[in-house]
């Protein structure tokens, strides 16, 4: 298995702040190729530092794909970086050169003389073509290590690993065949608890039970090579059992997308009221393209619970819909869930059991609760179930 690494740079990401997405985009990637990273790390703009990290995982890695610093500004060190860990000098590459005169001149503009520096690499380096931008990339190795250089600007840095990267390491390497990943999620159940739970499974060598806790979703991970696939296969059921009521959904399409998915094939619309969860339900299934009629935001407002399950009732029927679900009520007090459907509403009203976290997280509580109880009322399930961080103190149905 060859060890293929991540450098991200720029004090931005060091600094926090910007969220450093292509991380996260590349760890997913290379997972999904069979060429898992073994390390990632994080350098400011500082060309001694810079220097110091390729010199030192030339020696670790085989791969090292280093992401940012290949602009025309004084900050972006990463080419003379790489010369300097070399001892070489950068060159300009003449085609590239002409290729960002062309890129400014179709569009009616100027090149700017600091553009020079993005075709600027160093003398030993291959160049890796940037399909989208101007900043074009390139390949030195170091002691063992091929490190590619990659522009920061999320477009250019995905085409170019999946155009441009990634064949060149097929080439160059054995790549086996994509670790097995069974995944679920769970919500109303703790990290700690579902992990006691599990601790008496016999996994085989080089599997992992893994946990991802993301407020207030946990997600159970059953990780290994493609050689143990029948294994675990047959250990994933124990571990279905063991998440029970709490499990929401399997895979990675998420809990908004696999209910507009079965809201389109039962043929139901739905129409929404939100207060406590301020549109936070109508923008996660938005986004998957669920079958919504309507959705309203409204001011918090005491109401009793039959209040907000005649209020979704009216609602249905007002708007045609085949279902309509609300959240309504006073955090303070008590907070109201609904959910009418043709053959009868079903409400819910509860309290939470603490309040350390903060109003979004509290939020991502109640829409999350209110899907889940969409979720359960889809696949015949009762309304109600365990759900943690939510004490349920009053039901009714109508």
């Keep these: 298995m060859i060890t293929v690494e991540m450098l991200s740079t720029g004090d931005e990401v060091l600094s926090g702040q910007i969220v450093d997405t292509n991380a996260a985009w590349l760890a997913d990637f290379c997972f999904q190729q069979g060429i898992p990273l073994s390390r990632r790390n994080t350098v400011g703009d500082n060309l001694d530092d810079l220097v110091a990290i390729l010199r030192e995982r030339s020696t670790q890695a085989d791969i090292l794909i280093v992401n940012g610093g290949l602009g025309p500004t ?9 010369a300097t860990a070399k001892g070489e000098s950068l060159v300009m590459h003449e085609e590239w050169l002409a290729f960002m005169e062309r890129f400014f001149s179709e569009r009616g503009r100027v090149m700017a003389p600091s553009n020079r520096k993005q075709a600027e690499i160093p003398a030993s380096a291959e160049l890796i073509d940037n399909p989208v931008g101007t ?78 806790s993301s407020m207030p979703i946990i997600e159970l991970k059953l990780t290994g090579p493609s050689e143990h696939r029948e294994a675990m296969l047959a250990l994933w059921p124990e571990v279905q059992k063991v998440a029970g009521e ?36 109508a923008l996660q299934l938005s986004r998957a393209d669920a079958p919504l009629l309507a959705s309203e935001v409204v001011p918090p407002q005491d109401e009793t619970l039959a209040q907000t399950a005649r209020w979704a009732a009216e609602r249905r029927v007002n708007h045609f819909a085949g279902l309509a679900l609300a959240v309504s009520g006073l955090e303070s007090e008590h907070i109201n869930f609904a959910l009418s459907t043709a053959e009868g509403t079903h409400a819910l009203q509860v ?43 009053d039901s009714l149905v109508l």
């Excluded at 160059?172 to 608890?193: H, Q």
């Excluded at 399997?250 to 619309?269: H, N």
């Excluded at 829409?367 to 309304?383: C, I, Y």
């Design 135 to 212: 900043a074009c990339g390139f390949a030195v190795k170091l002691n063992r290590c091929l490190m590619f250089f990659t522009p920061g600007v999320p477009s250019e840095f995905k085409v170019m690993v999946e155009r441009e990267i990634l064949p060149r390491i097929r080439q160059r390497y054995p790549v086996g065949e994509p670790p097995v990943c069974l995944r679920l999620t769970t919500f109303g159940r703790s990290e700690s608890d579902l992990a006691q739970s599990l601790q008496h499974l016999d996994l085989p060598p080089g599997v992992t039970m893994g946990y991802r």
């Design 246 to 281: 709490s499990l929401i959904f399997e895979g990675t399409e998420g809990l908004p997308a696999q209910l507009a998915r079965v809201l389109k094939e039962k043929q139901l619309s739905l129409t929404l009221s939100e207060q406590f969860t301020s549109g936070l339900i």
């Design 351 to 393: 309290k939470f059991s603490n309040t350390r976290h903060g109003l979004a997280i509290r939020q991502e509580v109640c829409a999350m609760m209110a899907l889940n109880m969409l979720r359960r009322w889809l696949h015949g399930k009762p309304v109600a179930s365990e759900h943690g961080w939510i004490n349920v103190v």
């Design 74 to 82: 004084s900050d972006d060190l990463s080419a003379l970086a790489a």
